[in-house]
Structures are given as C-alpha cells and as structure tokens.
C-alpha cells in the first residue's frame, strides 16, 4: 500500500462512513483480506451460492468428493464460524435452504439451529410468504432476521409488519443489481423503503445487498443507508481509487452497462400499521432468485446418491 492511499485509508477511518459494511461472500480467508485491506469489516452476508463457491469446498467437490446434506451443513457451519470472530457488531447472516415450496415450519427449524452456531448470527429468509410467517415466529424467539431477495417497498412493508416487537434489530435486504439488470433503478427501491421507514419505529434497518460497483456503494453512502454489503471485488476497487466518499455534489448517475438510463421506480405510500398479510410481496425476481440459489448450491455441492 502506498504512502497516498496509506493516507487516505487514515482519513477514511477517521471519517467512517454511517453505513455499516458487510462483506457479501462465504471465504473467510477473503474477509480477513478485507479487512487488512479497508481497515475494519462490519458484517457478512452468506447464502448458499456463497458457500458452495468456497476455495476449499469446489476443492473438495472437483477432488470428486461427493457432499451429503449433513456435510453440507457442516461445512456451512464450520464455515461462519470461521468468519463470525472476523467482523463487527452488525453480525453474520446465514441463509437457510428454502426452495419455492418449503414452509415456514420448515424455515424456522433450520433457522433456530442455525441462530444456535455463532453468536452474532443472523437468519436469512427470503421475501415470500411463508418466510415472512417464519421470520414473525422467530421474532417471538428472539432470533435476528435479515429479510433477503428484497425487490419491492411492498415487500418491505410486510418485513416491518411481521416483524413488529422485534427485540432485536431486523434486516430488509433490497437487491440493486437485479433491478438495474432488468432496466430499473434499484436505488430507487433502496432510497423509497428509507422514506417509508422514517415514519416507523425504527426496528427495521436497510441492508442495501446486490451492490455491482463502487457507485452503487457511494450511492448508499449518501442516502445514509444504515448497512450494505458489497463483493470483496468492489470493495478492493474502492480501496484502489483510494477511499472516494461522496460530498455535497455527489450525484448517482441511474445507468446500465451501456449508459442507458434506468427506469425510475415510484415511491408508493404505504400504511405500515396494516397486517403483513395485507402487502402484495409477490415478485418475479425474488422466485427466480429463490430459484438460482437452489440450482447453484445442488449444481456445485453435489449430493451422495
């Protein structure tokens, strides 16, 4: 690390930004990277993908060594335990295995064993019905929640209603970069549940997930979103332009690929003492998000016969 960017990461620290950072993968080896490289990690973000993508596991499956669910598990287990001591109080959140048609009972059981493996954990369920129902009963239990695959304020809304009384801090995940890859403006989901949570009772924090580049993290930045977590490859991209945070003229610029703009997405006013049950949370990206986690995992890790 050179003078300059040693000198920058100085004033970094010293002016960290409000956002909480959270590394988004399941290799502790590149948490501890991260770490020495930007200074501090906050959280960390795993799923299924994540952890079937780990050096040491593709090691093992392309050694021909078949996994059975159980190993699957274990290796999981061992995995965020490695990375639980490696990050600050905004924990490490741990995915449980939901496929379209798994129930709540069925989520909440993985997610009471799963809470029990680290002590900073928190348990992902995706936007759907029946995690919405799991997420309400693990409230009661006092287990953390990050509401993930997140595409809609609507389904933000119904996390903050099932998820009222909350003892403990809860997590809405709305993904970024899925909504830009079909055209729209994922920040704008990010910056509209914002709005809508300033008139709430604050149990409820923004993890804005799906972070593709360093505009999107300086974006998240400037509306002040209380977490993100970010690739370890944007992160390391943040660090080599030395540290940017954005100032009074930042201005995010809505655009694809090819510089094309992306569509706004409106903000909806939405009451958020109705039931949760009352929300539309159905969503085409958040099924075929449910979808890719469930055939990278089985594709990758594959199961003894």
């Known amino acids: 690390m050179g003078n300059y960017t040693l000198s920058r990461l100085v004033t970094m620290l010293a002016n960290k930004p409000k956002t909480k950072i959270l590394v988004d993968g399941g290799d502790p080896q590149e948490t501890l990277h991260v770490k020495e490289t930007i200074g501090f990690v906050d959280g960390q973000t795993t799923n299924p993908s994540l952890i079937a993508k780990n050096p ?84 009661l239990k006092r287990i953390r929640v990050n509401m993930t695959l997140c595409f809609s304020q609507d389904q933000a809304a119904a996390v903050y209603a099932a998820t009222k009384g909350s003892k403990e801090p809860v997590y809405v995940s709305p993904f970024v970069g899925r909504l830009d890859d079909q055209g729209e403006n994922g920040m704008d989901v990010v910056k509209n549940i914002k709005k809508m949570f300033k008139n709430g009772d604050g149990h409820v924090h923004v993890l804005a997930a799906s972070i ?50 992306l569509r706004a997405i409106p903000y909806k006013e939405l009451d958020l003492n109705l039931p949760w049950q009352s929300f539309d949370v159905a969503h085409e990206l958040t099924k075929v998000g449910i979808q890719k986690f469930v055939a990278d995992y089985r594709s990758t890790l594959k199961r003894s016969a």
């Open 56 to 139: 040491e596991i593709r090691q093992r499956i392309a050694s021909g060594h078949s996994l059975s669910a159980q190993e699957e598990k274990d290796e999981y287990r061992k995995i965020v335990q490695a990375i639980s001591p490696l990050v600050g109080d905004a924990g490490v959140s741990i995915e449980v295995f939901a496929d379209i048609g798994t129930t709540a009972e069925e989520m909440l059981a993985q997610g009471e064993e799963m809470f029990s493996w680290i002590p900073n954990a928190y348990i992902k369920y995706p936007c759907t019905r029946e995690g919405l129902r799991a997420a309400e009963m693990s409230v």
């Open 212 to 261: 593709r580049h360093v505009d999107h993290l300086l974006a998240s930045f400037a509306m002040d979103v209380e977490l993100t977590t970010v690739p370890a490859k944007v992160l390391a991209e943040w660090a080599t332009r030395t540290f940017p945070m954005p100032d009074q003229h930042f201005s995010y610029k809505a655009v694809d690929d090819s510089s094309k703009l």
